[in-house]
Every structure is written in structure tokens, then in C-alpha cells.
């Protein structure tokens, strides 16, 4: 149990286009999902938390209108990184935390590893 | 500024060996303490996770020590396996902060056949 999905796994795109990333909670209601940024050898970087039908908590320095965090559903976050930048390229990793999750609060999805070019 | 700091960054380790790792916190609102095994290209994955009240936890070849008094817990790994090699992160959280995880800087452990 307690299973999220992230898709796609890797995506490459232009500079100046936006990309979607999805993260799903399978078997359980993600009340509660957070965003992180991963850079290559360093630790998880929270860039959002969003709770379910509510706006999107943005940490400091983390640009709201770039990184786009929908979560209109109990089992679906949204992450749309728009006008992509060679500089935007990392692993974007979700995880989820909800009523029949995880009996320690949290599910990691698997990453998605953006390329910008 | 990292409020759980985590070391070593790397260690390597022969086969059936124990891989230690520390991790120190000053914020002492934090009440859950948890570990995650990543392998690249891959979301972290959670091993093995504590609460304040209990001094150790085993599960498998993995035990946390947590010592409150300090501010301090590891963890450790028995009986090394290849597979083991990973990067593995410590992290807290507090409740009344969303349950946000603050991450430690992560170890690299290699174990060598």
C-alpha cells in the first residue's frame, strides 16, 4: 500500500516551453503532497507544499509563477515548470501524505528527470 | 542553512561490515526522525523511522540509535551487502510545521565484495 506515482520519469524539452509533472497517490488520499528539487550528489531542496484545494506554500527563493503546483484532487498533484531554462534542468521528486498512506506520513514518487535545452 | 547536519559524506565498506552514519539537530520541536535509502535516479525510500520516547529501533540488518539528550542519531547498517550501496539521508519533521522534512546532506555508502 500507500503508492505514488510520478510521470513522466524523464522528459527533455526546449528552452521556453513548460513541462508538466504528474504525481499520483494510488491507494490513498494525499491530503497533503510535497515538491522537491534534487540536485546531482546533494540532498531533496522542499520547493512546495500543497494541500488539497488550497494554494500552494512556496519556500523562500522558490519563484511561484515559474514552478506551477496544482492539486485539485486527493490523488493528483501537479507540477508545471513554464518558460524552461537550461537552468531549471534537475530531479523533481513529489511525495504524499494522507489519510491511508504511509503509517510514517510519507510516500516518495519515483522522480522525474527534467532536461532543459 | 541545514538545521540536521549529517555525516560522513562518503564511506566505504567491505562486505558484512557495519556502515554507521550520524546525524546531530538543534530543534528540539522536532519528534520524528526518519531514513531514506535512494539509489540513483530513483525517489528516496523510506528504511527505518523513530520517535523521541524510544532509544533504539531494529529492523532487519537496520537499527537507529537516537539519543535526545544529545541531539543525536545514527544509523546503522549490520552485515553490509552490495545491494546496499546507496546514498542514505536523514531527516526530521515537525507536526505542527505541515510535517515538513528537513533532510540531512546524505552519505554515500559503497560496500565492496
Known amino acids: 500500500g500507500a503508492v505514488v506515482s510520478q510521470h513522466p520519469s524523464r522528459v527533455i524539452c526546449k528552452s521556453g516551453t513548460s513541462v508538466k509533472i504528474e504525481c499520483r497517490s494510488l491507494d490513498f488520499q494525499a491530503t497533503t503532497m510535497f515538491w522537491y528539487r534534487q540536485f546531482p550528489k546533494k540532498s531533496l531542496m522542499l520547493m512546495a507544499t500543497s494541500n488539497e484545494g488550497s494554494k500552494a506554500t512556496y519556500e523562500q527563493g522558490v519563484e511561484k509563477d515559474k514552478f506551477l503546483i496544482n492539486h485539485a484532487s486527493l490523488t493528483l498533484s501537479t507540477l508545471t515548470v513554464t518558460s524552461a531554462h537550461p537552468e531549471d534542468s534537475s530531479f523533481y521528486i513529489c511525495?504524499?501524505?494522507?489519510?491511508?498512506?504511509?503509517?510514517?506520513?510519507?510516500?516518495f514518487g519515483s522522480g522525474t528527470r527534467l532536461t532543459v535545452v | 542553512q541545514q538545521q540536521v547536519k549529517q555525516s560522513p559524506q562518503s564511506l566505504i565498506v567491505q562486505k558484512g561490515g557495519i556502515s554507521i552514519i550520524n546525524c546531530a539537530y538543534e530543534?528540539?520541536?522536532?519528534?520524528?526522525f526518519p531514513w531514506y535509502q535512494q539509489f540513483p535516479g530513483k525517489g528516496p525510500a523510506l528504511l527505518i523511522a523513530i520517535r523521541p520516547d524510544v532509544s533504539e529501533k531494529k529492523e532487519g540488518r537496520f537499527t537507529i540509535s537516537f539519543n535526545k539528550s544529545a541531539k543525536q542519531f545514527s544509523l546503522h547498517i549490520m552485515d553490509s551487502q552490495p545491494g546496499d550501496s546507496a546514498t542514505y539521508f536523514c531527516a526530521a519533521s515537525i507536526p505542527l510545521n505541515d510535517y515538513k522534512l528537513s533532510f540531512g546532506a546524505g552519505t554515500t555508502v559503497t560496500v565492496r565484495a
Open positions: 511525495s504524499a501524505s494522507g489519510q491511508g498512506g504511509s503509517n510514517y506520513g510519507y510516500t
Open positions: 530543534n528540539t520541536a522536532f519528534d520524528y
